[in-house]
């Protein structure tokens, strides 16, 4: 089992910066695809980006690419989450998630985090 606290989360204004950081607690975090998705208020929760186990691998959803980068310490059980460029269209409660397998379907997530907030002014 894995337990995931996200933090970082905060109010910039149109074109700043923020990082969100993930801290895993558990077994076997490395054996873990970790995943960032998002909600905004009355849409469904959206793929942000993905890692793979060894951090070689990066996927981004095309709302975001160019503009978010995610990273992951194995060692220190933690995943970021880089967001570069925010958009007001990037307000959120951003989530944390663990996958055995790779999806960007939230539903293939095993765990979850409780979500932290972005809230991006224009």
């Known amino acids: 089992q894995v337990q995931l606290v996200e933090s970082g989360g905060g109010l910039v204004q149109a074109g700043g910066s923020l990082r969100l950081s993930c801290a895993a607690s558990g077994s076997s975090f490395s054996t873990y695809v970790m995943g960032w998705f998002r909600q905004a208020p009355g849409k469904e929760r959206e793929f942000v980006a993905d890692i793979r186990r060894g951090a070689d691998v990066t996927r981004y959803g095309d709302s975001v690419k160019g503009r978010f980068t995610i990273s992951r310490d194995n060692a220190g059980n933690t995943i970021d989450l880089q967001m570069n460029s925010l958009k007001p269209e990037d307000t959120a409660v951003y989530y944390c998630?663990?996958?055995?397998?790779?999806?960007?379907?939230?539903?293939?997530?095993?765990?979850w985090g409780q979500g932290t907030q972005v809230t991006v002014s224009s």
């Open positions: 998630a663990a996958n055995r397998g790779s999806s960007t379907d939230p539903k293939y997530y095993d765990y």
